[in-house]
Nanobody, 122 residues
Framework: QVQLVESGGGLVQAGDSLRLSCAAS????????MGWFRQAPGKQRELVAT???????FYSNSVKGRFTISRDNAKNTVYLQMNSLKPEDTAVYYC????????????????WGQGTQVTVSS
């Protein structure tokens, strides 16, 4: 069992930066692929970025070059550094944990956090 708690969301202006954190409980954090998803009002939840246990990363085209996912296994924490934020990045951001590496869909993930709101004003 893994519990995930996100933090770091807030209200910022376009062009600003934010760093989200996701703290995980459990001794097996290092073995999970971690993902960040987001859900804007009236839209489906979508994948933002993933990082495997070995550190391999994947980004959606909409955030590539602006967002960076990283993990600190000693702290059981995964981060999402978000730069050059745009109003279209406004959403609730969720972190999630998957038991295998090629995890790109919601159904691939077994554990979810409660989400943190990111609002980007123009």
């Amino acid at each position: 069992q893994v519990q995930l708690v996100e933090s770091g969301g807030g209200l910022v202006q376009a062009g600003d930066s934010l760093r989200l954190s996701c703290a995980a409980s459990g001794r097996t954090f290092i073995s999970y692929t971690m993902g960040w998803f987001r859900q804007a009002p009236g839209k489906q939840r979508e994948l933002v970025a993933t990082i495997t246990s070995g550190g391999t990363t994947f980004y959606s085209n909409s955030v590539k070059g602006r967002f960076t996912i990283s993990r600190d296994n000693a702290k059981n924490t995964v981060y999402l550094q978000m730069n050059s934020l745009k109003p279209e990045d406004t959403a609730v951001y969720y972190c999630a944990a998957a038991n295998y590496a090629l995890a790109y869909k919601m159904a691939d993930y077994d554990y979810w956090g409660q989400g943190t709101q990111v609002t980007v004003s123009s």
